[in-house]
């Protein structure tokens, strides 16, 4: 007896993915994921502390500006004691550390530091005329 074999395909096409390709598809899609909520996390973050830099600087501009304002009027009363009155009666949590003549004349730089209960202490200064017996030029 003579017979024939049919020599067919030996591997016929799958028509889905095999375990591996899946496994490898859903780490790969995972990693991708944990850096876009990483990314995002950190654009949270850099929104808060800028809102909070924002907000910092706008509050000591108006202590700049209410000072610049308040030298201008002639007074009787001390560099000191007008600044401590500014920031007592509107700025509790600033306190003036040291004024410091400059070597221009009438020209002096105000140390003001910002106190809280959940940071340490933040340091600004600023420039200033000042002439006790005239208005100053600012």
């Not at 996390?41 to 706008?58: P, Q």
């Not at 700049?64 to 009027?73: A, F, H």
């Amino acid at each position: 007896m003579n017979r024939r074999f049919k020599i067919g395909p030996i591997i016929k096409a799958s028509k889905g993915y095999t375990i591996m390709e899946a496994i490898i598809a859903i780490a790969v899609c995972g990693a991708a994921l944990v850096m876009i909520l990483g990314l995002y996390g950190m654009a949270i973050k850099t929104e808060m502390v800028s809102k909070a830099i924002f907000s910092r600087s706008v509050e000591i501009n108006s202590i700049v500006d209410e000072i610049n304002i308040n030298l201008k009027e002639s007074s009787t009363t001390s560099l000191n004691d007008r600044v401590n009155s500014i920031l007592m009666s509107r700025y509790p949590n600033y306190e003036l550390k040291n004024v410091v003549p400059d070597h221009q004349p009438n020209l002096y730089t105000l140390e003001i530091a910002h106190t809280s209960k959940n940071s340490r202490d933040k340091v600004f200064y600023i420039k200033v005329f000042w002439r006790q017996d005239e208005t100053p030029v600012i």
